[in-house]
């Protein structure tokens, strides 16, 4: 008897399955807030709620982003999400009242959190509200392509990571695809013959 036509389509239902246990049910950041006001050139907080066990290595990377202009600000990468919070210092970044924050992880280009717009202003007297058992990142001016990260935290030490880092780097998604692919088609012809 002949096997199913429909058996190569296995890793192609299965491997999209796999992937979806790994996304976090909830990932909010709830500081700064609609409307909310940082101050340039001072420390301001970024803080978070999650599902700890759900993010894949426990970390991710935080940019921040304007809408009336192109680029990133690279706030920090290797973020541990069990910080809860950020200090973030603003040094001569550009004012403006349509600024927001993504966390990400940049590397296979998974959108974690986004948060609502806020402003960012000269100092009006006061002093914004910081925690100081938080690490605080520091960034510089508007969006540069050239910038590196404000901050960067220690790696990951998740050993599979680590591997699969090394073993795949530089592949474009459409290369790992075609990757799959291939497996599918010598997985089917193998079953077959």
Request: glycine share 8%.
């Amino acid at each position: 008897m002949r096997p199913s036509c429909s058996l190569p389509l296995i890793p192609f239902v299965l491997f999209p399955l796999t992937l979806a246990q790994n996304i976090p049910t909830y990932f909010l950041i709830t500081s700064p807030t609609k409307g909310s006001v940082w101050t340039n050139n001072a420390t301001n907080l970024v803080q978070w709620t999650a599902a700890v066990d759900e993010l894949p290595n426990g970390i991710f990377d935080v940019e921040l982003a304007r809408l009336s202009t192109d680029g990133l600000l690279f706030v920090a990468r290797n973020v541990p999400i069990v910080l809860n919070g950020l200090n973030i210092e603003l040094d001569d970044v550009p004012n403006g009242d349509d600024y927001f924050l993504m966390f990400v992880d940049a590397r296979p280009g998974i959108s974690w959190s986004t948060s609502q717009r806020f402003s960012i202003q000269n100092s009006n007297g006061t002093t914004p509200v910081t925690d100081p058992t938080k690490p605080t990142a520091t960034i510089a001016g508007g969006p540069n392509p050239t910038s590196g990260w404000g901050t960067t935290f220690a790696a990951a030490t998740n050993d599979a990571r680590r591997m699969l880092t090394t073993t795949f780097a530089g592949l474009t998604p459409g290369w790992v695809g075609l990757g799959v692919a291939g497996l599918s088609v010598l997985v089917a012809t193998e079953l077959v013959s």
